[in-house]
């Protein structure tokens, strides 16, 4: 079956601007969530959906959201870029959030490129 | 602080030769761990997990051992390939559904 898939691929864009990036979990997957690698920090966690529902969310301005839709699919939105916001965005779906309880594991997509200028 | 570190940044290796990359945890609450494979331009691809009610976990020539004792996670790749060059994560994560990455150890392969 088909994996985690992230559109777009690649995206540029300038200071000031916005962004909206999507993602479509495995199918049957009904958590969701983003995280952000730079050279510099890493891999870091931006949110986590379930349900609709954000159940967590990371150490983020509020210039980055997101949400989740009823089919799970989730997009998540950078407001006002700045050069810093170049980043591969990452999205990854498991079933129920991957804990110990729920029995599952996270699968992630091959990420958006975001280069702002 | 809570978090997921590696011990090496870099690890080079000669094909044929059994790779050990090694991972220490901060946060005595993660109850789930895995290990990602990142090639380069391409988003993580996972390997192999465990979950804290284990020791040790095998996969297709990959051995996963938890050490809780001492917080320490190692992934063991045998007859290690050409295609094994990549960066490799270690993650943990508890109920706060927040998978916490180390900074990763790059592993070459020598032919």
């Known amino acids: 079956k088909a994996g985690v898939t992230q559109t777009p691929r690649y995206l540029i864009k300038t200071r000031g601007q916005q962004v909206t990036l999507s993602c479509s979990p495995i199918s049957g997957h009904r958590s969701v969530s983003w995280y952000q690698q730079t050279p510099g920090q890493g891999l870091q966690f931006l949110f986590e959906y379930f349900s609709e529902t954000q159940r967590n969310k990371g150490n983020f301005p509020g210039r980055f959201s997101g949400r989740q839709f009823s089919n799970s699919r989730s997009e998540m939105n950078v407001s006002t870029l700045e050069l810093g916001d170049s980043a591969l965005y990452l999205c990854a779906s498991s079933l129920q959030g991957g804990t110990i309880a729920s029995g599952n594991t996270i699968y992630f997509g091959e990420g958006s490129w975001l280069t702002v200028v | 602080g809570e978090s997921v570190g590696l011990h090496l940044p870099t690890l080079s290796v000669q094909e044929g030769d059994n790779s050990i990359i090694n991972c220490a945890y901060s946060?005595?609450?993660?109850?789930?761990f895995i290990w990602y494979k990142q090639e380069s331009g391409k988003g993580p691809q996972f390997i192999i997990d465990i979950r804290s009610n284990m020791d040790k976990r095998q996969g297709q020539r990959v051995t996963v051992l938890l050490n809780k004792t001492v917080k320490h996670l190692s992934l063991q790749i045998a007859a290690t390939q050409p295609g094994d060059s990549a960066v490799y994560f270690c993650a943990e994560i508890g109920n706060d559904y927040k998978l916490s990455f180390g900074a990763g150890t790059t592993v070459t392969v020598r032919a």
């Open positions: 946060n005595s609450a993660s109850d789930y």
